[in-house]
């Protein structure tokens, strides 16, 4: 993740820097899961990928753990190329 890029985006779409960090914390735990996949970051998951991921939340959870993903563009790229 480019974290100085996703700060700025963030910012100036009136983001609150607790809010800020959060998102960013949500796109690391993601990260963090796919490293220990093996991939290489989110350019490199897929749908399935993704998935996977949300079956290892907890249901109340999901939403709010997804945010910072869609904000980091996730959603874009899947639309690109499905897995």
Do not use: C, N, W
């Not at 079956?55 to 874009?76: N, W």
């Amino acid at each position: 993740m480019d974290k100085k890029g996703f700060r700025l985006f963030l910012k100036r779409m009136g983001k609150k820097d607790h809010v800020v960090e959060g998102l960013i914390d949500q796109v690391q735990a993601f990260e963090a899961y796919l490293a220990g996949m093996g991939l290489a970051g989110p350019e490199a998951a897929g749908e399935s990928d993704l998935q996977a991921y949300v079956e290892t939340l907890a249901p109340k959870a999901v939403k709010g753990r997804l945010r910072g993903l869609v904000r980091d563009g996730f959603d874009r790229r899947l639309e690109r190329g499905r897995s």
